[in-house]
């Protein structure tokens, strides 16, 4: 026996068995069965996913022996004729190869005389929209004045190229892509009854890879099903369709979140080696990073996913990355898929593709939303400057610039305590703006963590906002090192952390970060500088060094030792 593809064995021949159109075959069964019949139907959606196989089952439940039925019945001489193609007075059509307008003329020449077998004269007009204007004209007659024996269906994967004058006369039904489970479990019904035995990660493959087709995905299947042994595995279908295990993926993903150039190229360069094709890889990739966005949105809504099976891992992976960062990534692969159209070298521009989305990370949002506010204070302070005119001589600002020198200090770890900087935030800051921060600051920390920033959280930890202003705050660092990495926007956990306590509290606060070694210190010498000023004013009232600690840190902070 001649060996017959699955989707010609599996065409469904009754309503029932069209999957993922309910909206459409509930419809068309309620008018057969109240003999509700239009003269000429049109079917759009994309390839695959049941039009002419509905059009048949419409041809066949309108002439059937039993009509008026809601199904075909699939026993009678007229199902028989109509499904195995025989009979006299349905008509299949393939637009595509019969364009010329002589063909719809010679329907319009025979649509008038009354059908020979069955009770309607059905026309199945496949492709329609590849009708040549003269084709379309011939056909609009026959439509303006259709025969009561006739039926039309016109089937398209193209509606807008179809005149209007066609589309008015029609009774419309857009036939959607067939989602991946609708489609798995179509397919185990059918290799359940073929006896094969099929992995479930296999059958999903090949869902998400007919992309909603079902005729593609038993195409797919059946060339799976020849090329295995025993058990048919997801290694079989990927194989077939070129695309990546999600494993693999996530892999690559994961080294670009982490930003290990080596580990991300090694495993492009592995895949390449498989005979992978890039360009179908960018768009794996780029549908990968959409359904992490999907999910995020609505993870109630597993089904419109598109490729992805949604497990731990996946997860885990959706809830770490930053909404923001899967934008940038997503525009970066959609140039690099753009450009590959005009290389010979698409391997090159996807490597380069990889190590920019690596490193991208250095270069985000938050970076460019505190330069911008940065810019933006900078024009105030000018804008104020210019006002009031500047006033400050050369010896002043020499003065001043030497005052500002004088405390600073290296340490050991060469950093550059601003011993000058904290002073300024001492002098504006206030216990409000303090707890404000510290009421803050743990949120801050776990918004890091949201974003995957481990390194920053880390970083952060083992730190404590001492002081703060409305526009500045001390940070002591337990560790120097710590404090030097963070004061020198290392990874730009600085321009991070400003951006998070903007995104928070809706201040732009500059970190002026200084190692709790010195912190004391500097504490200690502004609040005596601050009593020396006192003293000379007017004669220290109470305890000024006191209130002013508690107008600083707060009395819960501060520690009065009689001494
Ligand atoms: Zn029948």
């Not at 080696?273 to 809504?301: H, T």
Request: glycine share 4%.
């Amino acid at each position: 026996m001649v060996y017959q593809a699955l989707y010609r064995v599996w065409r469904p021949q009754s309503f029932q068995d069209v999957v993922g159109q309910e909206h459409i075959t509930r419809t068309l069964q309620n008018a057969l069965l109240h003999e509700k019949i239009t003269h000429a139907y049109l079917f759009s959606g994309p390839r695959g996913t049941g039009k002419t196989s509905a059009a048949k089952i419409i041809a066949k439940a309108i002439n059937c022996e039993k009509a008026p039925v809601s199904e075909p019945c699939n026993e009678c001489d007229a199902c028989k004729t109509i499904t195995n193609g025989s009979n006299p007075d349905v008509f299949e059509i393939d637009a595509a190869s019969n364009n010329g307008v002589d063909e719809i003329r010679d329907i319009r020449d025979k649509v008038k005389f009354a059908p020979s077998t069955v009770r309607y004269k059905v026309y199945i007009i496949d492709e329609v929209h590849m009708l040549s204007i003269g084709a379309f004209n011939a056909l609009l007659k026959t439509l303006e004045e259709p025969p009561k024996h006739v039926v039309f269906i016109l089937a398209t994967t193209e509606p807008h190229k179809i005149p209007l004058t066609i589309i008015s006369r029609c009774q419309r039904f857009d036939f959607k892509r067939i989602s991946a489970a609708s489609i798995v479990n179509r397919m185990k019904t059918i290799v359940n009854e073929q006896q094969v035995s099929i992995d479930e990660d296999a059958l999903l493959a090949v869902a998400r890879a007919a992309d909603g087709g079902m005729r593609d995905a038993l195409s797919l299947l059946d060339q799976a099903i020849a090329l295995s042994d025993e058990q048919v595995t997801l290694d079989n279908v990927l194989m077939i369709t070129g695309a990546v295990s999600q494993q693999f993926i996530m892999t690559l993903v994961q080294a670009i979140q982490e930003e290990q150039v080596p580990v991300a190229l090694q495993a492009l360069d592995d895949l390449m080696n498989e005979g992978k094709d890039p360009k179908r890889f960018v768009e794996d990739m780029i549908y990968f990073y959409r359904d992490i966005l999907l999910y995020q949105s609505s993870p109630a809504l597993e089904d419109i996913l598109a490729r992805v099976k949604v497990d731990d891992s996946f997860k885990n992976l959706a809830q770490d990355m930053n909404p923001n960062r899967i934008y940038e990534i997503i525009e970066v692969l959609n140039k690099c898929q753009q450009e590959m159209k005009w290389t010979n070298h698409p391997k090159i521009l996807l490597e380069i593709a990889i190590v920019q989305l690596c490193q991208q990370e250095k270069q985000s949002i938050p970076q460019v939303e505190s330069l911008v506010q940065r810019v933006k204070e900078l024009e105030q302070e000018v804008a104020t400057l210019k006002e009031k005119g500047i006033t400050v001589s050369q010896n002043q600002n020499e003065a001043a610039a030497q005052k500002e020198q004088r405390p600073q200090k290296m340490s050991k770890s060469s950093y550059r305590v601003p011993v000058g900087r904290a002073t300024e935030v001492l002098k504006q800051a206030t216990r409000q703006d303090l707890s404000q921060l510290k009421s803050n600051w743990g949120n801050m920390l776990e918004q890091l963590r949201k974003q995957n920033k481990v390194s920053h959280a880390a970083l952060l930890s083992e730190s404590e906002p001492v002081a703060a202003s409305e526009k500045a705050f001390i940070l002591a660092f337990k560790f120097e090192i710590h404090c030097k990495m963070a004061a020198e926007n290392t990874n730009n956990v600085r321009d991070n952390l400003e951006g998070i306590l903007y995104d928070i509290i809706g201040k732009r606060f500059e970190m002026v970060a200084i190692p709790e070694s010195e912190w004391g210190k500097i504490r200690e010498e502004y609040i005596r500088e601050q009593r020396s000023d006192t003293e000379e004013t007017e004669k220290q009232e109470e305890n000024p060094l006191i209130t002013e600690a508690q107008k600083l840190f707060g009395t819960e902070l501060i520690e009065i030792i009689e001494d």
